[in-house]
Structures are given as structure tokens and as C-alpha cells.
């Protein structure tokens, strides 16, 4: 039988449901790596799922400066422009 582990959680910052698809790993039978594809065996896939809670992609940016703050227009610190005196 094939064995499917997926990580899921929450952002520890906004709160939301995230499926961390870069943890995920498909892990192949003998009887599927012999026929060539995952899951093609009689036994089919197992999903284990386990739980892991962490910053997503989103809030991730917001705090390098790359977030929706950023290009919407609007910089955290004003829309003022300065304008050189003489």
C-alpha cells in the first residue's frame, strides 16, 4: 500500500486553514514503483494527514515588505511624497 502524508494547519498569524503542499510526500510501494505509478497497486493509498502550524505564503510577504500593503498602493509608512525645498 502507498502511504500519502500531507501537513496541514493553520497560518500562526491570520488564522487560516493551510495545506502545506511542499511537506507532502507521496511514498510508493514496491508493488507501485514496480508497475510505475503511485497508487497502482492492489492495496491503493493510505493518507496520513499530520498537523503543522505555520506562517503562510501571504502573511509570509506582508512581512518582507511584498505584500498586498505594498502593491496596492498604499506603504505603511504614507502616502506623502517629499518634496525637496530650495
Not at 507501485?32 to 503511485?38: C, I
Not at 497508487?39 to 509570509?60: K, L, N, P, R, Y
Request: charged content about 30%.
Amino acid at each position: 500500500m502507498c502511504r500519502l502524508m500531507v501537513f496541514s494547519g493553520t497560518c500562526t498569524k491570520c488564522g487560516g486553514a493551510q495545506t502545506w503542499d511542499d511537506l507532502t510526500q507521496e511514498l510508493s510501494c514496491l508493488e507501485a514503483k514496480n508497475a510505475g505509478a503511485f497508487g497502482e497497486c492492489d492495496g491503493g493509498i493510505s493518507v496520513e494527514e499530520h498537523s503543522f502550524d505555520q506562517e503562510c505564503d501571504t502573511c509570509a510577504d506582508e512581512d518582507e515588505g511584498f505584500g498586498d500593503d505594498v502593491e496596492g498602493g498604499s506603504s505603511r509608512g504614507g502616502d506623502k511624497k517629499r518634496q525637496r525645498t530650495s
